[in-house]
């Protein structure tokens, strides 16, 4: 069975139907058979935040390499496991302090904040509500602040950051993002394995 062919041009922010465009998380609606929306329920929910953010903030020239990580990015609420949340908050976090300059006080900001987020991910499980919380308040600011700190880079830089960040939160989940980027430059941010938050 094959998907629907994929639009010419991604667009940015949300439509009606898609005779007036779509924007990537749309494109997945239409690629998972959901209804079109940018919100389709086979996504992590903060994958679905996270998708929106980027989509806007990056350029019409770069916007279209997201196409290979709608289907990543469908499988994502099918398989994302206990501590998903917490992962992408984390890769969230570990974007902003590699996108800050160390030794800054915003950079010692960042790295208190990544390496809180990196015990969030060993902690131990909390129940629905806390989880629901944290999801829609903290995790989703996280997620805000990332997409905001990495478009302010030149406009090429940011269009790659964004892009490698969706990537890795979608693998943050379990799930293996397609890649059509360049690898990072060597000395970027470490991995989660690296960091020791593999699954």
């Known amino acids: 069975m094959t998907g629907p062919r994929p639009p010419a041009q991604l667009r940015r922010y949300a439509h009606q139907d898609p005779g007036d465009g779509v924007c990537l998380m749309e494109y997945v609606s239409l690629l998972a058979g959901a209804p079109f929306g940018d919100d389709p329920a086979c996504v992590h929910p903060l994958l679905n935040v996270l998708g929106r953010l980027v989509n806007d903030a990056m350029s019409d ?8 990580l709608a289907p990543a990015l469908a499988a994502t609420g099918a398989v994302s496991g206990p501590y998903s949340t917490e992962r992408i908050e984390y890769v969230c ?3 902003v302090r590699s996108a800050t300059a160390a030794g800054t006080r915003a950079g010692r900001r960042a790295l ?3 390496r809180a987020a990196a015990r969030r ?15 829609h308040g903290p995790a989703r600011r996280t997620a805000e602040t990332a997409v905001r700190t990495l478009a302010r880079l030149p406009v090429q830089e940011a269009d790659h950051a964004l892009y490698r960040l969706l990537a890795d939160c979608a693998e943050a989940t379990g799930v293996r993002a397609g890649d059509r980027r360049q690898p ?3 000395g970027g941010a470490p991995s989660l394995s690296a ?4 699954r």
């Open 121 to 135: 991910c060993r902690a131990p499980g909390r129940g629905k509500v806390a989880r629901w919380v944290r999801l």
């Open 112 to 114: 208190r904040r990544e």
């Open 61 to 68: 020239e770069g916007r279209n390499e997201l196409l290979v």
């Open 184 to 186: 990072r430059p060597a």
């Open 195 to 198: 960091a020791g938050l593999s």
């Open 93 to 95: 976090r570990r974007a």
